[in-house]
Structure formats: structure tokens, C-alpha cells
């Protein structure tokens, strides 16, 4: 089964950095919109206010008219960009920050005796009041102070209300450009970020799908940094854990099956060995019988013809061990007695390793080899028990091949919905094998070509072995003819 993302754990959290950052800029957009302006205003009345006070304490000592007053009234008017008059009971200007005095003179004279009805209050005391005003000769908005100061002259401070909404409009213009700025390049930081930090994650998550698989070779590689790579180290355990119970099941279910199978089998066998071994050992023992008798009644005197004798019963006593320990081996096979055990290990590492073993046959064959270039291809089987499977088909390959003497060693994976196997084939040039032989060739002691078969000392049982192998480990096995040869082939489970 395959799990599909719709949403990658990157994608998430870059997403909620991004509408956070985004959340947080409009927010500062907004405040910044609503109450910038009241904040200014706020600001500039305490700096009307700190004018007022300041005027009043200099006039009060009678120091109007000093340098340092007139810089230091310039820094304030500067600064917070007011303007201010100031005048004494006979309407004399005492001191002024502009040079429109009769402007501010006419504002001064209507503030007391012809008040604007629009004025906003801000604040008043017995000596000030404070209050927006519109000017409307040039139609703009003031903020406004008047008065009486401590020696009784009068005065006039204000400040234009609309450089304030300026100021506010292009503060929050540079915000939402610095916003929309920052947003950018913090989504594309952000976005490699996250990659770097989910990278684990998703390797993880690799690994995770190739367990489901039951293919136990990846593993994570961890940084010893974090809780990811702990959770690495422990997927890791997981891997061998499992790999190691899956071997052990599989080993034990194997030796299941077969002990059902074989147990109803066991007496027939017995049966069976001991008529077939009667059968294939009558040969040889007649042949060593009789050469043996010739050598004693000294049939023939001169000393090849001894040696002739003394090769053929060496010959066949030679015959004869190497089938009774294939007979044993297959005994022990369809007994029951010998324990497979199902391992994983990579077929295409096995199979190099036995050509390198027999490349001398090759040789000595004038044999042309062919083998499938393959990646590593992990299988669940005996190792020791599939060598010999291989051993058996590759010499009956050399001893029978033929023609243009290639022999040609291919893989092929097979996928199913809930099976995985890879097919190994070994296939030789030469004569196929007749069609009536072909039922009866994995039956012990059966030979095609019997002639044949004796001449390079074959005893009809390395077939059998191969089935019983095959068929303790609940595989399949074949053969194929072609018009220029033969092919074996078995299977194994990769899965």
C-alpha cells in the first residue's frame, strides 16, 4: 500500500512562518494606522506645552530679549515645527519665531475676542487654553495655544496639524514597502530553512517506506544533533529487529510446511532410497567384481593391461562414493533432517563468487561465458543450499554444452501485487533435451544420455537435488528447451 502527502510537513511550516510574519506586518500596519496620528498630536502638544513653559519662565526673570533665549526658542520652533508670538499689553511684539507677525497677531486677536465656534478642546487651565482650530484663509488645520503669560503679556503658539498627517501617511507607506520586503525575502529564507530542517524527516520517511517493503538495507545516517536523529538511531534498532525476527519466522515457518509435508513421506523414501541405491550401485560393483577377478586369475600378464584393470576399478569405486555422498545429501534433504535456514544475502554477489571458482572448468571447456550486469539483488534464502543449486546447474551446463559453447547466466525481477521474486536462469548451447525426458529428468538416477552421462561420471542425482532444495524452501524451478539449447532457471523470494 502507498500513502500519499497532500500537504509536505516543509510546506506547513513554512506556511505558518510566512501568515505569521504576514499576520504580524498588517497588525503593525494597522495600529500604526489608528494611532500614529494621535500619538503625534500627543507628542506635539507636550511640545507646545514645554514651549509655554519655558517662554513663561524666561519672561518671568525678565530675560526676553537674550541670545541664548532667542537660539534656544529657534531650536524648539525648529524642532517641532511651531510657531509663536508673543505681546504686551500695548500690542507691541515682545518676541516672534516668524516673520508673518501681523498673520499670527490677526489668529491671536480672534482667539480672544472673536473665537472660531470649530474649535476642538483639548485643554484649558486659568492661564492657557488648548484647542484645534481651522485657519481659513489658507484652509488648514492648526493645533492652537493662547494665553495669558505670568507678567501679563499675551501670547500664541501653534503648530500645522497636517505635516503630522503627512509625516503618519509616509511612515506607513515605508512600512508596508519594508513589510512586503521583508515578507519576501523571509519566505524564501524561510523556504530553504525548512528544507534544510525537514530534510531528515523526509529521509526518515524514505527509510520508513522501504521497511514496508521489507528492504532493510537503507538506513538513516545520523548527526548525534537532535530528537530526529535519536528517532533515526532508533528506526535504525527497528530495521535489525525486524529484519532478524522476519529471518527467524521465516526460517521457522519454512521448517513447518515441511515437517507437514514430509513426515506423511518418510517411510516411502526409506523404500525408495534403498531399491535406488541396490539399483545404482549393481553396476559398478559387477565392473569392480569382474576386473578385480581378472587381475587375480591373471587373465592378462603385461602391465598396461593391469593398469587398465586397476584404473577401472579405481574409476568406478570413485563413482561409486561420489553418488552414495549425493544420496546421502538428498536423504538428508527429503528426510527432513536437514534444516534450511532463510537468510538475506545479494544472489548476484553469490553467483560472481562461484564463476570466480570456476573459471578453470570455463577454460579447460573452451567455454564462452556470458553473466547479466545487475545491481545487488537481495534475496530471502539458504545461502549454502542455493550455491548448490547453482553448482549443479552450472556443471550440467559445462557438460553438456555444445555448439557455439556459450553458457549465459540471467536475471530477471518479477513484481506481483504480493509477491517479489527474481528468476536466475542458466542457459547452454547445445541439443535440447528430448520432450518425453523432459517430466522424468528431476527423478533420481534418470539420465538422458546414459552413455553420455557416464563418460563424464554423472550419477543422475544432482537434479534431484536440486528439486528437493527448491522444494524445502517452497520455491519454484524449471527447465526450458530452445532449438539451440537448454535453460534451468529457479526463483527466490526478494521480499
Not at 496620528?37 to 507636550?46: D, L, R, S, T
Not at 480672544?112 to 487654553?129: A, C, G, M, Q, V
Not at 527429503?334 to 548476484?348: A, K
Not at 550455491?387 to 547466466?409: D, L, P, Q, T, W
Request: with cysteine; proline share 2%.
Amino acid at each position: 500500500m502507498r500513502y500519499f502527502i497532500k500537504h509536505s510537513i516543509k510546506q506547513e511550516i513554512a506556511l505558518i512562518f510566512i501568515a505569521v510574519m504576514v499576520g504580524t506586518v498588517i497588525l503593525c500596519w494597522i495600529i500604526n494606522n489608528s494611532f500614529l496620528e494621535n500619538f503625534y498630536i500627543q507628542n506635539k502638544k507636550n511640545a507646545i506645552k514645554d514651549a509655554y513653559s519655558r517662554i513663561n519662565e524666561v519672561v518671568t526673570i525678565g530675560d526676553v530679549s537674550s541670545e541664548a533665549f532667542d537660539v534656544e526658542l529657534r531650536k524648539i520652533c525648529d524642532m517641532y515645527n511651531i510657531s509663536l508670538l508673543v505681546i504686551d499689553a500695548g500690542s507691541n511684539i515682545v518676541k516672534s519665531s516668524t516673520r508673518d507677525v501681523n498673520k499670527l497677531l490677526r489668529r491671536l486677536y480672534d482667539n480672544f475676542f472673536n473665537p472660531d465656534k470649530d474649535f476642538i478642546h483639548l485643554d484649558e487651565n486659568d492661564k492657557y487654553y488648548l484647542a484645534t482650530a481651522m485657519d481659513k484663509s489658507t484652509n488648514t488645520e492648526y493645533l492652537e495655544m493662547w494665553g495669558i503669560l505670568n507678567n501679563g503679556n499675551l501670547f500664541l503658539i501653534r503648530s500645522p496639524l497636517e505635516s503630522i498627517r503627512d509625516s503618519v501617511k509616509l511612515s506607513n507607506q515605508f512600512l508596508a514597502y519594508v513589510g512586503i520586503t521583508a515578507t519576501v525575502i523571509s519566505a524564501v529564507l524561510i523556504w530553504f530553512v525548512t528544507t534544510r530542517v525537514t530534510r531528515p524527516i523526509m529521509e526518515l520517511k524514505n527509510i520508513s517506506e522501504e521497511m514496508t517493503k521489507l528492504n532493510f538495507e537503507t538506513k538513516y545516517e545520523s548527526r548525534g544533533q537532535n530528537e530526529i536523529d535519536l528517532l533515526g538511531e532508533h528506526i535504525n534498532a527497528l530495521s535489525a529487529t525486524l529484519e532478524k525476527t522476519i529471518s527467524e519466522l521465516k526460517t521457522a515457518n519454512n521448517e513447518l510446511l515441511r515437517d507437514i509435508e514430509q513426515k506423511e513421506q518418510i517411510d516411502e523414501m526409506r523404500k525408495e532410497f534403498l531399491s535406488n541405491v541396490s539399483h545404482e550401485l549393481k553396476t559398478p560393483i559387477a565392473l569392480i567384481q569382474g576386473y578385480a577377478e581378472g587381475l587375480k586369475e591373471c587373465i592378462n600378464d603385461d602391465m598396461e593391461s593391469r593398469d587398465f584393470y586397476c584404473d577401472v576399478i579405481m574409476d568406478e569405486a570413485g563413482k561409486m562414493n561420489t553418488m552414495v555422498r549425493k544420496l546421502l545429501d538428498l536423504n538428508q534433504l527429503e528426510s527432513g533432517n536437514d534444516v534450511i535456514t532463510m537468510e538475506r544475502f545479494d544472489i548476484t554477489a553469490l553467483i560472481r563468487n562461484f564463476i570466480v571458482s570456476a573459471d578453470i572448468l570455463v577454460s579447460q571447456n573452451g567455454v564462452h561465458l556470458r553473466v547479466d550486469d545487475s545491481v545487488p539483488i537481495y534475496v530471502w534464502a539458504d545461502e549454502f543450499k542455493t550455491e548448490e543449486i547453482v553448482r549443479n546447474f552450472f556443471s550440467n551446463a559445462i557438460n553438456h554444452v555444445n555448439g557455439e559453447k556459450i553458457i549465459e547466466i540471467k536475471y530477471r525481477l518479477i513484481e506481483e501485487e504480493n509477491n517479489s521474486r527474481v528468476r536466475i536462469s542458466i542457459f547452454n548451447t547445445g541439443e535440447p533435451i528430448p520432450e518425453e525426458s523432459l517430466p522424468h529428468i528431476w527423478e533420481k538416477f534418470y539420465k538422458v544420455d546414459k552413455a553420455r552421462t557416464r563418460a563424464y561420471g554423472g550419477s543422475g542425482v544432482g537434479l534431484s537435488i536440486v528439486k528437493a532444495i527448491m522444494e524445502s524452501m517452497n520455491q519454484q524451478y524449471g527447465v526450458i528447451n530452445y532449438t539451440n539449447g537448454v535453460e534451468f532457471w529457479f526463483e527466490l523470494e526478494t521480499k
